[in-house]
């Protein structure tokens, strides 16, 4: 039974991966887009290392900011979920309440469906782009450290980091049943979460009392833990409680979401018999 319940889930993640793939347009934005922010970012902290006097800055050298910037860049666009847009576009279509009748748990849908999508995201744009990326910091700039089994341990802290965006974007979702300024609200997210992640600077960067209060959210383990893993900045003991924070913040999360989803559903009316 439970097999069966699975294999049905699984559709929704296979439907997520085909369709990600069948919009290649959308791909290649994504890609250039990654790459694109990438490169500006480089250039910006390019300037500030030619007038810094000082050869590091918050730990990085030049080499390890510019593998930064290519890594989040990739993480940013990899984890990036639809889950929000997706309840937003089912309520604002009328299409909730068929989706609520159907015999399948909406969110558990909602969830594989991103995991196809964060699946061809990383195989068309992440692997390409990190691959050409850590090529050109390794032997133009004469980067060093990374590991192939960091690179292995960044795979799965982004698989992490894709299921807590998706349960952040299910909980601000549930406003789609309440307010119409939905495109705001996403707009907002994404840059507070991007910034508090460390996907516009290291963390390393603010001040310490705003480290210290973002040690106790799941924000750091949104882009800087995946990136910080991907250059060996973490180690063993570190990367396993920053991994148990990631799962305990994934399953808090989501708990809040729950509740608020069955407060959110009651203003749901469907028409017909």
């Known amino acids: 039974m439970r097999k069966n319940r699975l294999k049905k889930y699984l559709v929704f993640m296979r439907s997520g991966f085909q369709t990600a ?11 250039v887009g990654a790459m694109v922010s990438a490169v500006l970012m480089g250039l910006v902290w390019w300037a500030i290392y030619s007038f810094s006097p000082e050869s590091t800055i918050a730990g990085y050298a030049f080499p390890q900011m510019l593998m930064y910037v ?4 990739v993480v940013g666009e990899v984890t990036y979920t639809g889950t929000m847009g997706s309840i937003t576009d089912d309520v604002r279509a009328g299409l909730i309440g068929m989706r609520l009748m159907k015999p399948i748990n909406y969110r558990v849908q909602l969830a594989f469906t991103a995991m196809g999508e964060f699946l061809s995201r990383l195989i068309i744009i992440g692997i390409p782009v990190l691959a050409v990326g850590t090529l050109t910091v390794v032997f133009g700039f004469g980067l060093t450290g990374i590991k192939w089994y960091n690179i292995l341990l960044f795979l799965f802290a982004c698989v992490l980091s894709s299921l807590a965006f998706d349960a952040i974007d299910f909980l601000f979702g549930q406003l ?3 307010t ?6 996403s707009t907002m997210s994404n840059i507070i979460t991007s910034f508090l992640a ?3 600077v ?5 001040p310490a009392w705003a480290q210290t209060a973002l040690s106790y959210t799941p924000f750091p383990t ?5 990136v910080r893993i991907f250059l060996g900045q973490v180690g063993w003991t570190e990367m396993l409680i920053a991994f148990a924070v990631s ?9 809040i979401a729950h509740f608020a989803y069955k407060s959110s559903v009651k203003h749901v009316v469907v028409f017909g018999g």
């Open 70 to 73: 290519i890594v989040s860049a």
């Open 176 to 178: 789609a049943f309440r």
């Open 21 to 31: 793939i069948a919009y290649r347009g959308m791909l290649v934005l994504w890609f």
């Open 247 to 255: 799962i305990a913040w994934i399953v808090g999360i989501n708990l």
């Open 222 to 226: 949104l882009v800087s833990l995946p």
């Open 180 to 185: 119409q300024a939905m495109f705001g609200v």
């Open 202 to 206: 290291p963390i390393s960067l603010f």
């Open 198 to 200: 460390g996907g516009i």
